[in-house]
């Protein structure tokens, strides 16, 4: 009954699910382990390309944030004080507008060199056209406000990050290259070296080779955490990107539930389909050739009475083999142990019907919802039923509990590996299922074995 469930999306698990099952296993032959670094990251990191691209950001943030700064006050001051005529209205709102094209920019800055990639927050809901619903919709949009606090709040975040990032970035550089222009003192400036201290009587110069040693090794730990500080403060700057610049969380939130909506829908068109089809194929054909051959029988009982006997006798047979179907159907559909006696027995069914030895522990102190407890039998069964095609295995085991308010499953085997939840396969089908009433699947198939497959159902009683 899983295959008639996972149907459309659990037949491609077995790509995935171990070698020899095709080309889109969890493991790629022509992929070359990549060789380790020899220098530790502390010592790469201030040549690394991305240390680079933050101090950039650091550097482009100050300019920018000027810019940003100025604008958003003074244009939000002349509307604010124009409030009082019709004037500040749209002046306000083509204030805000600015602000929501600057946030596009930054957005585009913190995709480019902080690899950090922030979604546009949601478009202006407009119920009519016009220039007065543009506005009404720009004043309306919390978006909108969001990235005008950004363009305040920015502004001195970024004078600091600045100053910072370029002071350790100087002086680190400047400090650890010191052996090199040292010679620049005595030569043209009139000193024996950098002056660490001077008054009227006396002067201390970095001139001789022990000092100039050591301001080397001073430089080369600016130099060295000089990534790590701007890394530091770049953390600040993608909070802020993500928090004010990206979409709200109930924005967020129904974008992901108009999604769910999507899958479930499909889902319930396809097992619509499904059914349609077993039962026009299945059944139906089973009695539409039963109504044939009763007929025949019918005509031939007073001309040859033994040979009716014997269609009779065939549509006996042909009766109980519908029969079977439709019970098969039907526990496709929602078992009847499931209804009655709960997950323990109906799991214990699933797992006798098992090509392999299957342990079912089910620790559960009540029930769940109906809705919960379908989708937890059916994940469990289309598992099973992957181990019986593709797994290899001698033994598995089924775990259920419950944690606070989270159904746990667990299907363990000892097959062959390799169970690859990518997508096209049987198991981003059965993830999109979960997702769909915010479950989570989570798959731990090393090439050899064994495979973890560990689902997480929301808890409604």
């Known amino acids: 009954m899983a295959t008639e469930y996972g149907q459309g999306h659990g037949q491609g698990f077995g790509q995935g699910y171990g070698p020899g099952y095709g080309s889109q296993g969890a493991f790629d032959l022509d992929e070359r382990p990549r060789r380790p670094h020899r220098l530790p990251t502390v010592l790469r990191a201030p040549l690394e390309a991305r240390s680079w691209r933050e101090l950039g950001y650091v550097l482009l ?49 913190a995709r480019r ?23 009404g919709a720009v004043l309306k949009s919390g978006a909108s ?7 305040v709040l920015h502004f001195p975040w970024a004078v600091f990050s600045f100053v910072v990032a370029l002071n350790f970035w100087a002086y680190g550089w400047a400090l650890l290259t010191y052996p090199l222009w040292f010679w620049l003192f005595p030569m043209y400036g009139g000193g024996g ?32 955490a000089t990534p790590w500080i701007v890394r530091a ?124 030895p299957v342990q079912v522990d089910v620790d559960l102190p009540a029930r769940p919802a109906a809705a919960i407890e ?37 299907v363990v085997d000892n097959g062959v590996g390799g169970a690859d939840a990518s997508g096209g396969s049987g198991l981003a089908g059965l993830a999109g299922r979960l997702d769909a009433v915010d479950g989570i699947l989570v798959v731990d198939s090393p090439v050899g074995g064994p495979t973890r497959i560990t689902a997480e159902l929301p808890w409604r009683g």
């Open 145 to 151: 406000w969001r990235q005008l606090l950004y363009a």
């Open 233 to 356: 403060l770049t953390m600040v700057d993608r909070v802020m990107v993500h928090g004010l610049l990206g979409p709200s969380r109930l924005a967020t939130r129904v974008v992901e539930l108009e999604s769910d909506r999507g899958v479930v829908v499909d889902t319930a068109a396809a097992d619509l389909r499904r059914i349609e089809r077993d039962l026009h194929d299945g059944a139906q054909a089973r009695l539409v050739a039963l109504a044939m051959d009763l007929g025949l029988a019918k005509e031939k009982l007073t001309e040859d009475p033994q040979a009716a006997a014997r269609m009779v006798g065939e549509a006996h047979g042909e009766v109980k083999t519908a029969l079977q179907e439709l019970r098969d159907l039907a526990r496709g559909i929602h078992p009847a142990v499931l209804t009655d006696r709960g997950l323990d027995a109906a799991l214990s069914s699933v797992a006798s019907r098992c090509t392999v």
């Open 61 to 109: 943030s100050l300019p920018i944030s000027i810019m940003l700064f100025t604008y958003a006050v003074t244009m939000v001051a002349l509307g604010a004080g124009l409030l009082i005529t019709f004037l500040g209205v749209p002046v306000l709102a083509g204030a805000l507008a600015g602000c929501r094209g600057f946030g596009a920019l930054e957005r585009a800055r």
């Open 374 to 410: 379908g989708i937890a039998y059916f994940t469990v069964s289309e598992l099973l039923q992957n181990i019986s095609k593709h797994a290899k295995a001698t033994w598995a085991a089924v775990d259920v509990w419950r944690v606070e308010n989270r159904l746990m499953l667990q």
């Open 113 to 135: 060199l902080l690899d950090l990639d922030v979604a546009a927050p949601e478009p202006l809901r407009m119920k009519k056209n016009g220039p007065m619903a543009w506005m």
């Open 193 to 224: 070296g950098l002056q660490l201290y001077g008054d009227e009587h006396h002067r201390i110069y970095l001139d001789n080779p022990f000092e100039i040693t050591v301001t080397a090794l001073v430089g080369l730990l600016f130099t060295l």
